[in-house]
């Protein structure tokens, strides 16, 4: 089963509902079962079972029961993610769709990315990622690799207060 997540935020996600779709429609999902917590979506892939939320109890026996996660690059799921066994492919929210308010999910998109934590930019990443699916966990970074997420924040945020002298000041966050 795939589980395809878009969280709670009010801003719809049919980028992503449009890219699952298209994969669908290609049969390049297969016959595996689709779950899809749509939110505010006002596209909803064809052939899904759908949820338009669903608590935290049932949301990660779905994780728990699914071959690999699809999911919006919110820090809450990031993390809750990142906890459980599943393999899981990150797709940022973006202002310029209107999909938030700001960027910060291409931001840290673009951090994690730098560290091997599979992100989609497109619908082929979502046909590479379906195929060969990669657990990739953020809370067994090594220090070094810490270091390059926080630099590579460091270089997208530049006005943001100075960061401790080894940059190692954001690494809570990555637990």
Known sequence: M?????????????????????????????????????GTCTVLPEGTKVYRLLK????QALVRRARLVI??????????LDGMDTPFLLVPRSQRYQE??????????QALASIGVPIAWGPADLVRFVAAPTKVSIGDLSMAAAQAVC????????????????????????R
């Open 56 to 59: 935290e109890h049932d949301f």
């Open 2 to 38: 795939i589980l395809v997540t878009v969280g709670t935020e009010k801003f719809p996600f049919n980028r992503l509902m449009r890219w699952v779709e298209l994969l669908l429609e290609d049969d390049l999902i297969g016959d595996e079962e689709v779950v899809v917590q749509y």
């Open 71 to 80: 999911a919006h690059c919110g820090e809450g799921t990031v993390l809750l």
């Open 100 to 109: 938030h308010v700001d960027d910060h999910q291409v931001e840290l998109a």
């Open 151 to 174: 630099r590579r924040l460091d270089l997208l945020f530049p006005d943001a207060a100075e960061p401790s002298a080894d940059s190692t000041s954001v690494l809570p966050l990555l």
